[in-house]
């Protein structure tokens, strides 16, 4: 999920357009919970909830929703046995639900906010409750729990943590790399692209790239320990200095590139630390700069997955409680004083929930 995306997006949206996010998986899907697409009444869609199988039929509901400015849950059974229609369309045989929102008012204001947070280093979590048909949200940094059934007073909650994107410090911009930034690019990495030939870096249009040799790049790139680098210029020395510029700073991973031969120079003969890997990517047997660059990608999704249950755990040790914005209430109801369920529209389509966003006046 690239949340960052769409949130950039929605930033600079001048135009209509819904949210659609996975808020409930029951069996097997595509996507997981949290997943999320920006629906725009006109234009490019972003991001993905399914690999295409619900997308024409979300795109139907958007301009009502808009119109009525309000929400909707829209619900696709693929079990074949349950729901034929969706059932034998996409096969995968679970149950998603889907929350449709106008992004308008009080939901545009805070997911700004959450993206000023993210843009200042902060992760925030962004909590849903719904409550006798009102939908309304709180903005914070602790770790929202839902509270056992029977203990909530809410209809519903959902929560969904923001974080920013991985960042990845990619030294080298030679052919070989090229894959390697796509693929991560694609994967909701923060790919960094660093070279010291100009010629190279053009073949990046788009990237957030740095000319300068090691030396010149610490100033530049600020290395983090939060930061993961892969070192692939090919270029003995520059890598070495990279090499040893990285071990400083202590980033989370160093991936290097090269045979066991030349990474026995790089360091030395000496076994590298724990934090590096040499040579860099999962052991696939795989040949060639694209099947070494899913190799790559696929050992950084990985540890990034790692990294992210270890902060959650760390979260939910800690004591501290930091709200930072809580924007329940003063939506308006609906006139049943609760979620409304639909009947179907026709046969095999799925179950709808409408009620009222939450807006403040």
Request: charged share 25%; hydrophobic share 40%; glycine share 10%.
């Amino acid at each position: 999920m690239d949340m960052i995306h769409i949130l950039r997006t929605i930033r600079q949206l001048d135009r209509p357009a819904v949210l659609a996010t996975i808020i409930g998986v029951e069996g097997h899907a595509y996507r997981k919970t949290g997943a999320a697409m920006l629906i725009p009444l006109s234009g490019d869609t972003v991001g993905t909830v399914s690999p295409g199988c619900i997308e024409s039929d979300l795109l139907e509901r958007v301009p009502s929703i808009w119109e009525a400015n309000r929400y909707e849950i829209a619900e696709y059974n693929m079990d074949p046995d349950d729901d034929p229609i969706w059932g034998e369309a996409l096969g995968c045989g679970g149950v998603i639900r889907v929350l449709l929102e106008p992004i308008e008012g009080t939901l545009r204001t805070i997911l700004t906010d959450a993206l000023d947070l993210l843009d200042r280093g902060r992760e925030v979590q962004l909590v849903r409750r719904l409550k006798g048909g009102k939908l309304g949200y709180e903005l914070t940094v602790e770790e929202v729990m839902p509270l056992p059934s029977g203990q909530s007073s809410y209809d519903w909650q959902f929560s969904l943590r923001l974080t920013n994107r991985q960042r990845v410090i990619l030294f080298g911009a030679g052919p070989d790399a090229v894959p390697i930034y796509q693929l991560l690019t694609q994967s909701s990495f923060q790919v960094i692209v660093a070279d010291w030939r100009p010629r190279l870096l053009a073949a990046y249009p788009g990237a957030e790239h740095y000319l300068g040799t090691p030396e010149q790049l610490k100033e530049k790139l600020r290395m983090s320990i939060d930061d993961a680098v892969i070192v692939c210029s090919h270029h003995l020395h520059y890598d070495r200095e990279m090499i040893e510029w990285s071990l400083e700073s202590k980033p989370r991973y160093i991936g290097v590139m090269g045979s066991t031969k030349r990474i026995g120079m790089l360091f030395n003969g000496e076994v590298p630390p724990v934090n590096v890997k040499a040579p860099i990517g999962l052991s696939i047997g795989a040949e060639g700069p694209y099947e070494i660059a899913v190799s790559i990608a696929a050992e950084l999704i990985a540890l990034r997955y790692q990294w992210r249950n270890k902060q959650k755990a760390d979260r939910q040790k800690e004591e501290r409680h930091e709200p930072i914005r809580n924007l329940f209430g003063g939506g308006t109801e609906q006139p049943n004083g609760q979620a409304e369920a639909a009947a179907r529209a026709f046969a095999g389509r799925s179950a709808r929930q409408y009620g009222a966003s939450c807006f403040l006046g």
